[in-house]
């Protein structure tokens, strides 16, 4: 099965619409809707972790589980990396991206979620 047609399951497994998916430069990306939607779908259980804390710098550990597999990988926010000053919570919505997106192997497939960086917003 090539890029196109995993991709493409994976959207109708999820019940992913085109709201939840677009193109940017040359990726392309999830939004916080659509990894939500896979997280459910597939059955992801994810655990957080803080692991630092500070007035301008967090950063949250995730661990996902998935049909028997783990995963840990971490999402953090500063300053120099988000717009928004409520840091945790970016931590933890970047932290939910990656699980999910490791697990389901998107990355493999050049997917990315709309939460892991300020420049994959939607133009």
Request: glycine share 6%; aromatic share 10%.
């Amino acid at each position: 099965m090539n890029k196109t047609e995993q991709l493409k399951s994976l959207y109708l497994e999820c019940g992913l619409d085109k709201e939840d998916v677009y193109k940017h430069q040359h990726y392309i990306i999830i939004t916080r809707t659509g990894i939500e939607k896979i997280q459910y779908a597939k059955g992801i259980k994810v655990t957080f972790e803080p692991t630092i804390m500070e007035r301008d710098f967090c950063v949250v550990k995730a661990i996902g589980q998935m049909d028997g597999e783990i995963i840990e990988t971490f999402g953090s926010a500063s300053k120099d990396t988000s717009h928004n000053k409520y840091y945790p919570e970016m931590a933890e919505k970047r932290a939910l991206s990656r699980v999910v997106l490791k697990l389901t192997k998107l990355y493999a497939l050049g997917v990315f979620g709309q939460d892991e960086a300020d420049d994959f917003k939607k133009a």
